[in-house]
């Protein structure tokens, strides 16, 4: 299985349809520890690039899908959230610049999303941002790009999610979070939960038949 456009094109659908059904949990985690509009500002531009999805003329290229949904994040999320996941489907976008995609080119569009993350936001993990589940998850979908597509991505799924929960305890050393101090811990980094939700989205678009 390779990562082609309908999968491209089904894993942002699946991740527009987990912000919007998550959209109240992700602005409660920021509402604790942020500015309270995680969840709205990715819902609102998740919508947009739906509505990107649905247009004429578009790019359906997996390359052209993913840049085009990371400019339209850049233009409608306000926050560091827009930039952030905007510059990161661009990057990965740039790597992909076939009709489809095996396991290994998507490991290195992936490891390219998370350097574009790295460089824009100055997060490292264990900072308790994205990064903390975006990290983790690249790592497993690399090491498992050897068994397929779907099992990498499975594998990548389940790396995000952990490494999100393990923002926990953590105190902020990045973003409006750190403000808080020790009185961050103790709270899921909401752009962790989100980034877990973009590589939910994937293992569900290359599930197998």
């Known amino acids: 299985m390779e990562l082609d456009a309908a999968r491209t094109e089904a894993w942002l659908r699946a991740a527009a349809a987990a912000v919007t059904a998550r959209e109240a949990e992700l602005t409660a985690l920021d509402t604790a520890i942020g500015d309270g509009d995680h969840g709205s500002n990715l819902r609102r531009g998740f919508t947009a690039?739906?509505?990107?999805?649905?247009?004429?003329?578009?790019?359906?290229?997996?390359?052209?899908?993913?840049?085009?949904?990371?400019?339209?994040?850049?233009?409608?999320?306000?926050?560091?959230?827009?930039p952030l996941y905007g510059s990161a489907l661009r990057a990965a976008g740039r790597a992909l610049?076939?009709?489809?995609?095996?396991?290994?080119?998507?490991?290195?569009?992936?490891?390219?999303a998370l350097a574009?993350?790295?460089a824009l936001g100055g997060a490292r993990s264990g900072d308790k941002t994205m990064v903390d589940a975006f990290e983790p998850a690249v790592a497993a979908f690399g090491a498992a790009a050897g068994q397929g597509l779907p099992a990498a991505a499975r594998a990548a799924a389940g790396a995000a999610e952990q490494g999100a929960?393990?923002?926990?305890?953590?105190?902020?050393?990045?973003?409006?979070?750190?403000?808080?101090?020790?009185?961050?811990a103790g709270h899921l980094d909401p752009g962790a939960a989100s980034t877990a939700l973009l590589f939910g989205a994937l293992a569900e678009a290359c599930r197998e038949p």
Do not use: H, N, Q
């Open 116 to 118: 574009a993350v790295r």
């Open 165 to 184: 929960r393990a923002t926990v305890p953590l105190v902020a050393r990045k973003g409006r979070a750190s403000y808080l101090g020790p009185r961050s």
């Open 49 to 82: 690039v739906l509505a990107g999805l649905d247009g004429d003329g578009a790019d359906r290229s997996p390359g052209g899908l993913l840049t085009a949904a990371g400019r339209t994040l850049i233009s409608t999320v306000g926050g560091a959230s827009g």
């Open 97 to 112: 610049p076939g009709s489809s995609a095996g396991p290994g080119e998507v490991a290195a569009a992936l490891a390219e």
